[in-house]
Nanobody, 126 residues
Framework: QVQLVESGGGLVQAGGSLRLSCAAF????????MGWFRQTPGNEREFVAG????????NYADSVKGRFTISRDNAKNTVYLQINSLKPEDTAIYYC???????????????????WGQGTQVTVSS
Protein backbone atom coordinates (compact mmCIF):
# COMPACT_ATOMS: atom_id res chain seq x y z
CA GLN A 1 0.00 0.00 0.00
CA VAL A 2 1.39 3.34 -1.05
CA GLN A 3 1.37 6.16 1.46
CA LEU A 4 2.71 9.69 1.29
CA VAL A 5 2.85 11.37 4.67
CA GLU A 6 3.43 15.12 4.91
CA SER A 7 4.58 16.97 7.98
CA GLY A 8 6.02 20.32 8.96
CA GLY A 9 3.09 22.65 8.41
CA GLY A 10 1.96 25.17 10.97
CA LEU A 11 1.19 28.78 11.80
CA VAL A 12 3.94 31.27 11.04
CA GLN A 13 4.24 35.01 10.74
CA ALA A 14 4.81 36.67 7.40
CA GLY A 15 8.48 36.60 6.52
CA GLY A 16 9.03 33.36 8.39
CA SER A 17 10.08 29.94 7.15
CA LEU A 18 8.91 26.36 7.28
CA ARG A 19 10.28 23.08 6.03
CA LEU A 20 7.74 20.58 4.82
CA SER A 21 8.59 16.90 4.56
CA CYS A 22 6.90 14.09 2.71
CA ALA A 23 7.83 10.51 3.51
CA ALA A 24 6.92 7.82 0.99
CA PHE A 25 6.03 4.24 1.84
CA UNK A 26 5.34 1.31 -0.47
CA UNK A 27 6.57 3.19 -3.53
CA UNK A 28 9.63 2.85 -5.70
CA UNK A 29 10.50 6.35 -4.62
CA UNK A 30 13.83 6.71 -6.38
CA UNK A 31 12.24 6.24 -9.79
CA UNK A 32 9.43 8.76 -9.32
CA UNK A 33 9.40 12.48 -10.00
CA MET A 34 7.73 14.22 -7.07
CA GLY A 35 5.71 17.38 -6.76
CA TRP A 36 4.27 19.75 -4.21
CA PHE A 37 0.88 21.33 -4.76
CA ARG A 38 -1.26 23.59 -2.62
CA GLN A 39 -4.96 24.25 -2.36
CA THR A 40 -7.19 26.88 -0.80
CA PRO A 41 -10.94 26.54 -0.25
CA GLY A 42 -12.93 26.79 -3.45
CA ASN A 43 -9.86 26.56 -5.67
CA GLU A 44 -8.16 23.83 -7.63
CA ARG A 45 -4.85 22.39 -6.56
CA GLU A 46 -2.04 24.61 -7.70
CA PHE A 47 1.38 23.33 -8.68
CA VAL A 48 4.11 24.72 -6.45
CA ALA A 49 7.30 22.79 -7.22
CA GLY A 50 8.53 19.57 -8.77
CA UNK A 51 11.72 17.55 -8.72
CA UNK A 52 12.93 14.82 -11.05
CA UNK A 53 13.45 11.24 -9.90
CA UNK A 54 17.19 11.79 -9.55
CA UNK A 55 16.93 15.24 -8.02
CA UNK A 56 18.98 16.73 -10.85
CA UNK A 57 16.25 19.05 -12.06
CA UNK A 58 13.43 21.00 -10.50
CA ASN A 59 10.89 23.60 -11.45
CA TYR A 60 8.70 26.08 -9.63
CA ALA A 61 5.57 28.13 -10.00
CA ASP A 62 6.39 31.74 -10.75
CA SER A 63 4.73 32.82 -7.52
CA VAL A 64 7.23 30.93 -5.38
CA LYS A 65 10.47 31.16 -7.35
CA GLY A 66 13.31 32.39 -5.22
CA ARG A 67 11.44 31.64 -1.98
CA PHE A 68 10.72 27.90 -2.15
CA THR A 69 13.23 25.10 -2.65
CA ILE A 70 12.35 21.48 -3.35
CA SER A 71 14.82 18.71 -2.59
CA ARG A 72 14.80 14.98 -2.05
CA ASP A 73 16.73 12.28 -0.23
CA ASN A 74 16.25 9.00 -2.05
CA ALA A 75 17.99 7.09 0.74
CA LYS A 76 15.25 8.28 3.11
CA ASN A 77 12.37 8.12 0.60
CA THR A 78 11.60 11.71 1.48
CA VAL A 79 10.97 14.90 -0.45
CA TYR A 80 11.22 18.33 1.16
CA LEU A 81 9.93 21.80 0.51
CA GLN A 82 11.80 24.64 2.16
CA ILE A 83 9.60 27.70 2.17
CA ASN A 84 11.08 31.08 3.07
CA SER A 85 9.84 34.67 3.13
CA LEU A 86 6.32 33.42 3.66
CA LYS A 87 3.44 35.63 2.63
CA PRO A 88 -0.20 35.51 3.75
CA GLU A 89 -1.13 34.39 0.23
CA ASP A 90 0.95 31.25 0.77
CA THR A 91 -1.70 30.08 3.25
CA ALA A 92 -3.03 26.75 1.96
CA ILE A 93 -3.03 23.02 2.45
CA TYR A 94 0.16 21.68 0.93
CA TYR A 95 0.18 18.23 -0.69
CA CYS A 96 2.99 16.11 -1.99
CA UNK A 97 2.39 13.82 -4.92
CA UNK A 98 4.19 11.12 -6.89
CA UNK A 99 4.31 11.41 -10.66
CA UNK A 100 2.75 8.56 -12.64
CA UNK A 101 5.24 6.14 -14.09
CA UNK A 102 8.95 5.93 -13.54
CA UNK A 103 11.85 8.13 -14.52
CA UNK A 104 9.66 10.92 -15.79
CA UNK A 105 10.35 14.59 -15.46
CA UNK A 106 8.41 17.10 -13.45
CA UNK A 107 5.19 18.47 -14.84
CA UNK A 108 2.86 21.05 -13.27
CA UNK A 109 -0.39 19.17 -13.92
CA UNK A 110 -2.16 17.46 -11.05
CA UNK A 111 -3.63 14.71 -13.23
CA UNK A 112 -0.13 13.47 -14.04
CA UNK A 113 0.35 12.41 -10.43
CA UNK A 114 -1.22 9.24 -9.10
CA UNK A 115 -0.42 9.18 -5.39
CA TRP A 116 -1.15 11.99 -2.98
CA GLY A 117 -0.55 12.68 0.67
CA GLN A 118 -3.20 13.83 3.09
CA GLY A 119 -1.91 17.39 3.15
CA THR A 120 -0.40 19.68 5.75
CA GLN A 121 -1.81 23.08 6.62
CA VAL A 122 0.36 26.16 6.28
CA THR A 123 -1.08 29.36 7.71
CA VAL A 124 0.74 32.66 7.39
CA SER A 125 -0.37 35.57 9.55
CA SER A 126 0.24 39.15 8.51
Amino acid sequence: QVQLVESGGGLVQAGGSLRLSCAAFGLTFNSRAMGWFRQTPGNEREFVAGISWSGSSSNYADSVKGRFTISRDNAKNTVYLQINSLKPEDTAIYYCAARKGGYGGTIPLADRYDYWGQGTQVTVSS
